[in-house]
C-alpha cells in the first residue's frame, strides 16, 4: 500500500519564477494538508484541501494556492518566488472523518531551493 | 491561540543513556499531542500520540504523559540507541486540520 508521494523531490528556481508541488494521497484518504518546513524549523501549515476546496488556511500569502483533483491528489502552486520560500514542503494526507489529527500521513517532501 | 516550545538542541548522548527531550504547549481548547520523527532526508512519522489529560504514548520504548496542569507532554526514553539519532518534533492539533509544531530537537546517538 503506496503512502504519500510527492514530486518532485528536488528542485532549483530562480526567484521570481512560479512553481508547481504534487502530491498523491495514501490509498483510502480524502484530504490533502501541505506544510512548509525551513531549514532548522517546524512544519508551519499552508493550507488544507477537502472536497476539492481549500478548507482551512495558515498564515502565507495569496501567492501560496493549490488545488485538489477528483483523484484527491492535490497540487501546491507558488507565484513570485522569494528566496524566503526555500524550503522543505511537507504533505499530509488523512480521512476527514478521522478525529483529533491521528490519522495523518505525511510524505517525505519536495525541497525548493530559490536562488 | 496554539503554540508549541520544545527543548533547544541538539543533543548528543551515548548509548543507553536516559533522554528526555521537553515539550510545552498553550492551546486554547482541548488538543491532542503528538511526538513526530523525522530521520534525514525523509519525511514525518508518528511516533506516539496521547489525545486527553493523563494519557500516556508510548511506542518502541519511547513514553510521554499528557499533564494538562503543567501543559507539559514530555518525551522519554530509558535506553538510546544510535538508531534513534533523528530529529523530534512535538506537536499538537486541536480540531485535527491543523498541526502546530514545535522546532525541533536533533538528536544524536554515539556508540
Known amino acids: 500500500d503506496a503512502g504519500v508521494t510527492q514530486s518532485p523531490t528536488h528542485l532549483i528556481k530562480t526567484r521570481g519564477q512560479q512553481v508547481t508541488l504534487r502530491c498523491s494521497p495514501k490509498?483510502?484518504?480524502?484530504?490533502v494538508s501541505w506544510y512548509q518546513q525551513a531549514l532548522g524549523q517546524g512544519p508551519q501549515f499552508i493550507f488544507q484541501?477537502?472536497?476539492?476546496?481549500?478548507?482551512q488556511r495558515g498564515n502565507f500569502p495569496d501567492r501560496f494556492s493549490g488545488h485538489q483533483f477528483p483523484n484527491y491528489s492535490s497540487e501546491l502552486n507558488v507565484n513570485a518566488l522569494l528566496l524566503g520560500d526555500s524550503a522543505l514542503y511537507l504533505c499530509?494526507?488523512?480521512?476527514?472523518?478521522?478525529?483529533?489529527?491521528?490519522?495523518?500521513?505525511f510524505g517525505s517532501g519536495t525541497r525548493l531551493t530559490v536562488v | 491561540g496554539n503554540s508549541v516550545t520544545q527543548m533547544e538542541g541538539p543533543v548528543t548522548l551515548s548509548e543507553e543513556a536516559f533522554l528526555t527531550i521537553n515539550c510545552t504547549y498553550t492551546?486554547?481548547?482541548?488538543?491532542?499531542l503528538f511526538w513526530y520523527v523525522q530521520y534525514p532526508g525523509e519525511g514525518l512519522q508518528l511516533l506516539l500520540k496521547?489525545?486527553?489529560?493523563?494519557d500516556k504514548g508510548s511506542n518502541k520504548g519511547f513514553e510521554a504523559t499528557y499533564r494538562k496542569e503543567t501543559t507539559s507532554f514530555h518525551l522519554e526514553k530509558g535506553s538510546v540507541q544510535v538508531s534513534d539519532s533523528a530529529v523530534y518534533f512535538c506537536?499538537?492539533?486541536?480540531?485535527?486540520?491543523?498541526?502546530?509544531f514545535g522546532t525541533g530537537t536533533s538528536l544524536t546517538v554515539i556508540p
Open positions: 492551546a486554547t481548547g482541548y488538543p491532542s
Open positions: 484541501y477537502y472536497e476539492e476546496e481549500e478548507r
Open positions: 499530509a494526507s488523512s480521512l476527514k472523518v478521522t478525529a483529533g489529527g491521528s490519522g495523518y500521513t
Open positions: 496521547a489525545t486527553k489529560a493523563d
Open positions: 490509498s483510502g484518504h480524502d484530504t
Open positions: 506537536a499538537l492539533s486541536d480540531t485535527g486540520n491543523q498541526f502546530y
